[in-house]
């Protein structure tokens, strides 16, 4: 039995090795993305493990069905850059890992929040040019003061919320569907617009579906109280960048912190082929003092990497088995 790893990053290596020694499959390695040129590096597995930004094509499926390889397991939660309906056409199953560390990803946003009303990114930059008493001169803000709208309460969601009122914040939340099993101290707003007339921090804990593109753009970040900060650790989508800079430029909001960038594929790209950053808006709001950009790490801890490899494998082996996936995406 053969399993193939692809996008392997070095943190991820232990585990698949560990794993693969247990199990007692053939284990093969790769940091490169998977692509239509390089399925053939698989053959033979009975699937693949993966983990990218780069789009899962019609091509790959195509090779991977030629190649009578019948599952794609990837090491992440999302799925939106995966043509699913290629993978249907050419008897592909698909698995993701839907929650491999709710914690880490919660206690990142909280990070981000504290640095954001602190105006760490201000002071940090002020620090490196040996202005210490223009630092001293900065307010910055309480989070037990502050109102919290929390966008989504699914697993990540929900645990980010419980932090925020952990820290005294008073917390709200918006949901298509809201749990019945709400803490008592969450209070649900009828919709969107609702919450982020009340909110100082906003919150994006929502998938990235076409229905969520530009969820906050020219319009609804207006209805942000001034000052108001946005955190994004969901999807890129979710939020117009040139929307978000001019809200920052003009004040309107106070800061913003993007883990997850709506033209992150081009940033990746450019990453892996070291090659300078293009992305619109990229270098013009990190030159901002009031924003924080991170390249999609809020999840990354070593719970995390450990669950997301333990996961994408079990999916793989429970296939081989029993001809189910643990957590099949349709």
Not at 81 to 106: K, T
Not at 201 to 222: E, F, M, Q, R, S
Request: glycine letters at 6%; proline letters at 5%.
């Amino acid at each position: 039995m053969k399993i193939t790893a692809y996008g392997v990053r070095p943190e991820e290596k232990l585990w698949l090795q560990q794993l693969a020694e247990s199990a007692g499959f053939e284990l093969v390695q790769t940091s490169a993305w998977l692509t239509a040129d390089n399925v053939a590096l698989a053959q033979g597995s009975c699937g693949i493990s993966a983990f990218q930004t780069l789009p899962y094509d019609q091509a790959i499926f195509a090779q991977m069905a030629a190649l009578q390889i019948p599952v794609l397991a990837i090491r992440n939660v999302g799925t939106d850059n995966i043509d699913l309906a290629s993978a249907a056409h050419y008897g592909i199953q698909i698995s993701n890992v839907p929650s491999y560390s709710p914690a880490a990803i919660a206690e990142f946003v909280v990070l981000s929040a504290l640095e954001l009303l602190r105006r760490v990114p201000a002071m940090t930059k002020l620090v490196a040019q040996d202005k210490l008493a223009a630092v001293q001169i900065l307010v910055g803000r309480e989070l037990n003061q502050q109102t919290v709208g929390v966008v989504g309460t699914g697993h990540i969601g929900l645990l980010a919320a419980k932090t925020f009122h952990n820290f005294g914040a008073k917390v709200i939340a918006f949901d298509a569907f809201p749990r019945a099993d709400k803490p008592d101290w969450l209070s649900y707003t009828a919709d969107l617009p609702t919450l982020l007339k009340q909110s100082q921090i906003v919150t994006l804990h929502v998938p990235g579906i076409k229905a969520n593109d530009h969820l906050l753009n020219a319009d609804t970040l207006k209805l942000l109280p001034q000052g108001a900060v946005v955190i994004n650790t969901a999807r890129g989508n979710l939020i117009d960048t040139a929307a978000l800079y001019a809200a920052l430029q003009s004040d309107q909001i106070g800061g913003a912190a993007i883990d997850t960038y709506e033209f992150e594929a081009q940033i990746e790209r450019a990453s892996e082929q070291q090659q300078p950053i293009t992305a619109p808006y990229y270098h013009e709001l990190a030159a901002l003092d009031n924003v924080l950009l991170t390249p999609h790490i809020a999840y990354h801890t070593d719970v995390a990497v450990q669950n997301m490899v333990q996961g994408s494998v079990a999916n793989i082996l429970n296939y081989q088995s029993h001809q189910q996936l643990l957590n099949p995406v349709k």
